[in-house]
């Protein structure tokens, strides 16, 4: 027992950091530090079973929410969810201000560098930043020059990579200021740890990190050129398929802002809008988290879409702020650090606070020969690209490797810094095995609000249990941590609540919504219900294919396998009954097609297009809509192998992805606001169902017609066995399933109730004001649905299928066709209906394209 | 000499542009020896938005907008300018090496200026071939002048005019391999040369005076915009040379604006929206304006 702390010494073993490093934890005298008694106190009560379940939890819950550095990449090594650590990252309060001051001063230094670089120049000028420097550096773009930014306002959200060295002692490792990614990532974790210790948090005095956001919020809103009282703001994104979506979306959500991608921009008379479903809507400040050089591809040229072209000079006409600052991104190279000694006693006329990991530039002739001589004790970098990309480690390179790299650097010195390594300070990491050592580096935040930087009371720790030296990168898959700033006495309790003077205004619109996120919504909507179409088909073909009877034994078996062959499920071979007898048996063909990605209506690729659209609405989905959602992609996967998927595996596979999406749809149901992503949705899921139960029902009108199995095997598609029991109370007859099926307008599955709620959900989207009576889509789905309320089956359906009666074959025939003809209007003005929908709300402008490259030249 | 410039561009489509956001490089600019009178740039339709700014090198940018939608848009500079001859040059300069010192030092406001044209820029940079093809004509102590000359009559010799070989985008490293191209190629091949020795070099766009075959009338709108180079020279400051003529820049060429390759001073940039197919011609007029005749008119 340590009889200052009450903690049993072995609380934390087996945990022994090497003498070399710094240790967070334990005095040098193997005290535990002070600022971590309280917390190791509370920590040694609990018990280890007890510790494994939170661990367990804290890391289950990071699990569901996706947090992951790229929710959606079709390479799976860029999804791997984070593991957080169950202890987090204690330090003393009076320790972290005085790292704070530090990272405030870095802040402002570079801002006032930037400023200068993008105006006056006089530090190049004096030679205080070196203009080889500049001029080489790729990301140097003369299109940044004098935009109108207010002094030292630069960089209003600044990034900066800290770890101590063995003497305790802080240097910054990196500095990020092109869209910082971190603080997201930073808030989740609070989240999770504060649920895992609700206790220990409050115990140990922590700061909070919702302040920092709200001025945050302020500062931004200061900024807007238009003096109006909510100016808007969006967060501009790169797009789902880049590492920090998760945390584009997380922030954006927190922070209450539209999420946007550069599609979602227009430039109209040096104002910038959103496109959105009630037309363009001005917007004040972005907060950009592309890279700069593809803000305006009028200016830079860029091959991708995520900026809009004009923003330059609507930034130039001050119609628009863009933060962080377009030309921010110079100060992440690392070249810059070997100067910042020198440009922080030129700019601030005082030295650095927080000083830089040794760096040298080779441009630099003395340092260039420093380099050449200790190459194996540093790690080289290209000289003008962010921290954290190509990293070079001198002692992991042979003789002739280092000649090559020496050979290199002196041909572009320029080209190149060296850097010190640094031996990160060691912290306990637990594992249900036992505590181990892990090596810390933290990302810290700071963020210009009333004339000052201020730093967020936390950072995103990331730890690994190997001493080498660290990817500077977040996305290098290390652990993570809280950290928690500990103070002495109780926090001063910030109410998160509005003061009276704030009240919101109540509302019932949310905001804008961007057409695109309109359009994916849609299809979503359409995934979701084709999936659930599918999966039961399958379910019931399975089903057939596994009973005690023989495949030809089962009647019908060909319809149903005709449907599946329609919808893509199984190679269309299968539903010619002469082809048969030469194909691999249905039995094993089945399940590996459910599963086959390579082709795009298989169930697994529809279920892969769920999850890929979904996370491209994230911000318009709950968070308990995205789990489930989560759910559905996750656990639709064989345990056997794709080719070798027993029927019976397969079949509680599809149970289950039946379950899940019926969760998913009830939530959506029941939880999501009637506003028009909900209608959008909701129009996909109903247009996809009506396309599916024509589909269905033009199957069965092809000679010959259904048997009562088949239409047995309908009603066990549709779900409606029971109902159909209920009612009817006798042998299947193709007259009430048609009914149900058709016409009922009581049954959420049938055509007509498909398209009447098509009709109401089409009357709310927003008018076009010069509209006179119907629009196009109105009139589309008013057409098809009177065509189908005026269908009578008592009277027009034959009463005897199967009979040699002239007058009922003519019948008979007569409904079938007139009913064909229906079904398949139906279709074509479903097709139409999506079409006239995505012409007035989702496309407002096709792709943009280049004059520059048709020109003829000089 | 006096001219009167009108550099027209039309651009037809089939369909409506609903969109169109563009900047144009299309306003000469004064220089020592050229002077600008009388500038005008007309547009129809009628832009939505129009402003002139300058950008980091000295050269008057015109931004512009339509997002009424129209078929047919057409970009009209006209400018009168007038260029003085070129002053005679000393035949012995200093040798090229001390100026590619004196950038490297950068003591002076003139050398700091002429540094940012030393690098790499998107379209010129630096290449083996280039600096070796380059280093033939530089040889240890030659004065820079002449040598810079030399160079220039080694490329226009080497170098065969067609306008087939190359498009907007061709890499300068397939334009030294397969030695042909058109004026904006050779501009650029040239500069890679000389800052692959170190020197300052930058890219000038403007219009070059031509004249009709013997006996027949100068053809109104047959001229073209053209590209040359400029290089640092230290006290001598910044030598205009040709290599599409094999000469240096005189009272025949007509600045417009300059920057580190094509890609900063390009005369007509747009992005646009819509359109379906879409035609585009250009029309140059350089037409001289006879001092003498004027004199006569105004005097009658």
């Not at chain 1, 109902?723 to 099926?741: G, K, M, N, Q």
């Not at chain 1, 629009?775 to 309320?789: A, P």
């Not at chain 2, 530089?138 to 010799?157: C, I, M």
Request: net charge negative.
């Amino acid at each position: 027992m340590d009889i200052e702390t009450d903690t049993p010494a072995s609380t934390f073993d087996p945990y022994m950091p090497p003498e070399t490093v710094h240790d967070e934890l334990r005095l040098s005298t193997g005290e535990i530090r002070p600022h971590w008694r309280t917390f190791a106190k509370g920590f040694a009560r609990e018990q280890q079973s007890e510790l494994a379940r939170r661990w367990e939890h804290a890391n289950q819950i990071v699990h569901e929410n996706g947090i992951t550095y790229n929710v959606f990449d079709e390479k799976p090594e860029n999804n791997h969810p984070w593991q957080i650590d169950l202890l987090p990252y204690l330090i003393a309060a009076e320790e972290w201000d005085r790292l704070s001051a530090g990272i405030a001063q870095r802040a402002k230094l570079l801002s006032l560098v930037l400023d200068d670089l993008y105006g006056p120049q006089q530090l190049l000028k004096s030679g205080d930043l070196p203009p080889e420097m500049v001029y080489a550096h790729p990301n140097y773009h003369h299109s940044f020059h004098k935009l109108p930014v207010g002094p030292e306002r630069r960089l209003m959200f600044f990034g900066c990579e800290v770890a101590r060295s063995p003497d305790g002692r802080w240097w910054a490792m990196a500095d990020r200021a092109e869209g910082p990614a971190g603080a997201g990532y930073a808030l989740e974790n609070r989240i999770v740890i504060s649920r895992t210790w609700p206790r220990l948090i409050h115990d140990c005095h922590i700061r909070r990190l919702a302040p920092f956001f709200m001025r945050w919020q302020q500062a931004l809103a200061e900024l807007s050129p238009r003096a109006t009282e909510n100016p808007r703001i969006v967060l501009l994104t790169a797009g789902s398929t880049q590492p920090f979506y998760f945390e584009d979306v997380y922030l954006a959500r927190y922070l209450g802002y539209t999420l946007v991608e550069g599609g979602d921009l227009a430039v109209r008379d040096n104002c910038v809008f959103i496109k959105t479903l009630d037309g363009l809507v001005q917007i004040d400040v972005i907060v950009s988290r592309v890279n700069e050089s593809d803000l305006d591809p009028l200016e830079i040229r860029s091959s991708n879409r995520n900026g809009a072209a004009g923003l330059l000079q609507a930034i130039r006409e001050g119609n628009v702020v863009v933060v962080n600052a377009p030309g921010s991104g110079f100060v992440e190279s690392p070249a810059i650090m070997a100067k910042l000694p020198q440009l922080c006693r030129t700019v601030l006329k005082t030295e650095l606070i927080l000083p830089s990991i040794a760096t040298w530039w080779c441009g630099d002739e003395s340092s260039q020969q420093y380099v050449l001589d200790n190459l194996a004790k540093l790690v080289i970098k290209p000289a003008f690209e962010p921290s954290g990309g190509t990293e070079i480690f001198g002692e992991h390179l042979s003789n002739s490797e280092q000649q090559e790299l020496a050979g290199k650097i002196r041909q572009a010195p320029a080209d190149y810094v060296a850097q010190e390594t640094i031996a990160r300070s060691a912290s306990p990491v637990w594992k249900s095995e036992g505590m181990q050592v892990g090596h810390a580096a933290l990302r810290t935040f700071a963020m210009r609000h009333a004339n000052h930087y201020e730093v967020m009371p936390g950072a995103l720790v990331r730890v690994a249990l190997s001493a080498d030296p660290m990817k500077l990168s977040i996305s290098a898959g290390d652990g993570s941590k809280d950290a928690w700033i500990v103070s002495e006495k109780p926090v001063e309790k910030v109410s998160l609540l509005p003061t009276a003077d704030d009240v919101p205004e109540l509302r019932r619109n949310s905001p804008q919504l961007p057409s695109r996120v309109a359009d994916n919504l849609f299809w979503l909507g359409r995934h979701l219900d084709r999936a659930e179409v599918s999966a039961r088909l399958l379910r019931v073909v399975i089903d057939r294919l596994s009973g005690e009877r023989d495949a030809d034994e089962v009647p019908e078996l060909p319809a149903l396998i005709h449907l599946l062959a329609e919808g893509g499920q199984i190679d269309p071979e299968y539903a010619i009954e002469d082809m048969q007898g030469s194909l691999p048996e249905i039995e094993q063909r089945l399940p590996a097609a459910i599963f086959d990605l390579t082709e795009p209506r298989s169930l697994r690729s529809i279920v892969n297009e769920i999850a890929r659209l979904a996370s491209t609405v994230r911000d318009r989905l709950s968070n308990d809509t995205w789990r489930a959602v989560n759910r559905i992609d996750e656990r639709f996967h064989p345990a056997s192998p794709q080719d070798k998927v027993p029927l019976d595996e397969a079949l509680s596979l599809l149970n289950q992805l039946v379950i899940d999406l019926a969760v998913c749809g009830g939530l959506i149901n029941d939880g999501m606001v009637r506003g028009p992503a909900w209608r959008f949705l909701t129009m996909g899921r109903r247009t996809e169902r009506a396309q599916l139960t024509s589909g269905l029902l033009l199957v069965l009108l092809q000679p010959p017609l259904p048997s009562s199995s088949v239409l047995d095997a309908v009603l066990d598609v549709m779900d409606l066995q029971m109902t159909y029991r209920a009612r009817y109370l006798a042998a299947i007859r193709p007259a009430p399933v048609f009914d149900l099926l058709l016409v009922d307008e009581s049954n959420p599955r049938s055509l007509l109730y498909q398209l009447s709620e098509l009709q109401s959900l089409i009357h709310l989207l927003p008018a076009d004001a010069q509209q006179i009576g119907l629009s196009d889509e109105q009139k589309i789905v008013s057409d098809v649905l009177h065509q189908l309320q005026m269908v009578d089956l008592s009277k027009d359906m034959p009463e005897n299928w199967n009979t040699t009666d002239v007058d009922s074959v003519n019948k008979g025939l007569e409904f079938e066709l007139n009913l064909v003809e229906l079904l398949q209007n139906q279709q074509d003005a479903m097709k139409e209906l999506t079409a006239a929908i995505s012409r007035k709300y989702l496309v407002h402008s096709g792709t943009p394209r280049r004059i520059q490259d048709e020109l003829t030249r000089p | 000499m006096n001219y009167r410039v009108t550099h027209t561009t039309t651009y037809k489509t089939t369909n409506r542009v609903s969109v169109c956001h563009n900047a144009a490089w299309l306003t000469p600019r004064d220089t020592g020896r050229q002077k600008v009178s009388n500038h005008e740039i007309t547009i129809k339709p009628a832009p939505s938005i129009y402003s002139v700014r300058e950008d980091v090198f000295g050269n008057h940018v015109t931004h512009f907008s339509l997002n009424e939608g129209y078929e047919q848009l057409e970009v009209k500079a006209t400018s009168q300018v007038s260029v003085a001859p070129l002053a005679p040059m000393p035949t012995d300069t200093t040798p090229w090496e001390s100026i590619v010192k004196r950038i490297q030092v950068h003591s002076t406001v003139a050398d700091l200026d002429a540094l940012q044209f030393k690098f790499d820029s998107p379209r010129s940079h630096y290449s083996l071939a280039a600096a070796d093809y380059a280093r033939e004509t530089f040889s240890q102590g030659r004065p820079v002048y002449e040598a810079v000359l030399e160079l220039t009559s080694r490329v226009n010799e080497d170098f065969t005019y067609d306008p087939k070989a190359t498009t907007v985008t061709t890499p300068i490293a397939e334009v030294l391999r397969k030695r042909r191209g058109v004026c904006q190629d050779f501009a650029h091949v040239q500069i890679a040369m000389l800052r692959s020795l170190g020197l300052a070099a930058r890219y000038v766009s403007g219009y070059v005076r031509t004249y009709p075959p013997a006996g027949k009338p100068r053809l109104v709108g047959a001229d073209a915009s053209h590209a040359w180079l400029s290089v640092y020279c230290g006290d001598l400051g910044w030598i205009d040379v040709d290599p599409t003529n094999d000469k240096r820049a005189g009272e025949e060429h007509i600045t417009l604006s300059w920057g580190r390759d094509y890609g900063d001073v390009t005369p007509l940039k747009g992005i646009y929206t819509g359109g379906g197919k879409h035609a585009l011609d250009v029309s140059v007029d350089v037409a001289p304006i006879e001092t003498d005749s004027e004199v006569i008119s105004v005097a009658s």
